[in-house]
């Protein structure tokens, strides 16, 4: 009658073990403390005399924490029943027992500790994964032996504990992890600032808050807390970004206004990502471009650069423009004979090499007044299929030299507001990159569609050809940058191209970017929002 008394509370002493452990470990953040409010809770719901957690660190069980409970008083105490009789238990994966009745103790342990046992216990090991992560004493004394059903209620706490210690383990993982990457991030001579998609700032390094020289960010809006330069390269972030665009990033020198001096910096903006590659978060990042004078002249050097390269286009394209001008007047007069066939020769080289002269000239008239800032945007509305057919046309040359085959696909497109001969410039320099790295006799398709989700206009090139090598996924838009290989030597090219359709697609607010093909070459796209 008695024992089954006792079953009949086992359920009601587990519910009392998991209120009072719910209640221990509420405020508990450290792994000492952990340890303890384990083994006093134990000890308290069980009535037990004594209680003992250790820990497998190293192939090593060590102690943790250790408790009596002496006439209702719960003191520290020493380790029992015994080292010995831990070890096995951890060793075999087996809890271990020994009752006024019975014991499972095998037999070396029993002739060492059988007959020095003034206590019945019991011993289990905490398993997550068949993995032990330590053990748990319990023991009572002879006048008060544990029970059977003591026993059974001691194997249900263990399955409780072992998956409360896992969690804690790696809670403690991630706390060091955590701890050390801060460390690591403050570490840093460059301000982050992390942004929820709902422009939240979730953190902010100790440079960030020193060159905003504010304290407290964490947790306000950014059009609260930034400075109204950072706010607006933020708002068009969100603006052109599109979440399935995971390489797009933006980076921009401006000024922030401090409390005794502007400051130059360096800001970037960049997307993170969740496992399901959906937008989590945006990380910016700021560095200071006032840390010594080299800045200053720097900023003259490019500066003046970019004036040489402005006034020698300028200066190169008048004589050219002469040339070029000159050809029709020479075929056209009455001493030229068709029949020569080498003065026909000469002039076509003659042509052939001014117009490339001239679209270089004109590249670098692009360039100098993309990093002026001053490109200088004529707005109307067109036919983006009218751009099109034009760029196939330009081409049709060089497709035939290299026996390339041009594929166009396009919807029904809806007229695009835009700088008709900038948006023309950018997918000619897109198509022409692509014909330039094509295998010969491969194909080229464009495509052109409506986006009607986004309100959009995407145009892509498919080519065929070699590809772009994975390091060289983030150099592919810089300014001059070629692939260093005989290939792209033959092919030629000044490595303007795709640097000035970059800049031209942003300045309309849109994307651009590449995807690797599965088989062979890439894809590079254009996104355009339809002004309404």
Not at 92 to 113: C, V
Not at 117 to 136: A, H, N, Q, S, Y
Not at 320 to 343: H, M, N, Y
Not at 450 to 459: P, Q, R, T, V
């Amino acid at each position: 009658m008695n024992k089954r008394r006792q079953e009949a509370s086992s359920p009601v002493r587990f519910e009392q073990f998991l209120e009072s452990l719910n209640n221990a470990l509420y405020n508990i953040d450290t792994l000492p403390a952990f340890y303890e409010a384990l083994v006093k809770v134990s000890l308290r719901t069980l009535k037990v005399h004594h209680c003992s957690l250790m820990i497998l660190e190293d192939s090593f069980l060590i102690l943790k924490a250790a408790a009596e409970n002496t006439s209702g008083h719960i003191h520290d105490s020493p380790l029992h029943p015994g080292k010995e009789i831990a070890d096995y238990a951890a060793k075999h994966r087996k809890s271990l027992y020994s009752t006024l009745s019975d014991n499972n103790l095998p037999e070396k342990l029993f002739k060492q500790k059988g007959n020095s046992l003034r206590e019945t216990f019991c011993t289990v090991p905490l398993l997550m994964d068949d993995e032990c992560l330590g053990v748990i004493n319990f023991s009572n004394k002879q006048n008060a032996p544990l029970t059977e059903d003591d026993i059974s209620l001691i194997q249900l706490f263990s399955t409780t504990l072992s998956h409360l210690l896992y969690k804690a383990f790696i809670f403690q993982n991630l706390q060091k992890y955590r701890e050390r990457t801060a460390s690591l991030i403050n570490a840093l001579p460059v301000g982050i600032i992390v942004l929820s998609r709902g422009g939240k700032i979730e953190y902010c390094n100790q440079e960030a808050q020193a060159l905003l020289e504010r304290t407290s960010l964490a947790g306000s809006q950014y059009e609260d807390a930034l400075p109204s330069g950072i706010i607006h390269l933020i708002e068009r972030f969100f603006l052109r970004y599109a979440d399935h665009v995971q390489n797009f990033c933006m980076i921009e020198e401006i000024n922030i206004q401090g409390k005794e001096e502007t400051k130059p910096v360096q800001a970037g903006l960049c997307p993170l990502f969740k496992e399901d590659e959906n937008l989590d978060s945006i990380l910016l990042s700021l560095r200071s471009l006032a840390l010594s004078g080299e800045y200053e002249r720097m900023k003259n050097i490019d500066s003046i650069r970019t004036n040489l390269i402005s006034m020698l286009s300028h200066e190169l394209r008048t004589p050219l423009t002469c040339i070029k001008g000159a050809i029709p007047v020479l075929q056209s007069r009455p001493s030229f004979k068709e029949d020569d066939q080498l003065s026909i020769k000469m002039l076509d080289i003659i042509e052939r090499n001014a117009n490339q002269l001239l679209k270089i000239i004109n590249n670098m008239l692009d360039v100098a007044c993309i990093q002026k800032n001053s490109l200088g945007l004529h707005f109307s509305t067109f036919s983006p299929s009218e751009i099109i057919r034009e760029i196939k046309k330009e081409t049709e040359a060089s497709l035939k030299k290299k026996r390339l085959d041009l594929h166009i696909h396009m919807d029904r497109l809806p007229d695009l507001k835009a700088d008709k001969n900038k948006i023309k410039k950018a997918w000619y320099n897109i198509v022409e990159n692509s014909i330039k790295f094509s295998s010969e006799g491969s194909s080229i398709h464009i495509r052109c569609h409506h986006d009607k989700k986004e309100d959009a206009l995407i145009f892509s090139v498919r080519d065929e050809g070699r590809g772009i090598a994975p390091g060289n996924s983030d150099k592919i838009f810089t300014l001059f940058w070629q692939q260093d290989s005989s290939h792209t030597r033959e092919a030629g090219g000044s490595g303007l191209g795709l640097y000035i359709a970059k800049n031209i697609i942003n300045a309309h607010n849109g994307n651009i970017w590449f995807e690797h093909n599965k088989t062979r070459g890439v894809t590079f796209y254009t996104r355009l929002f339809l002004k309404k």
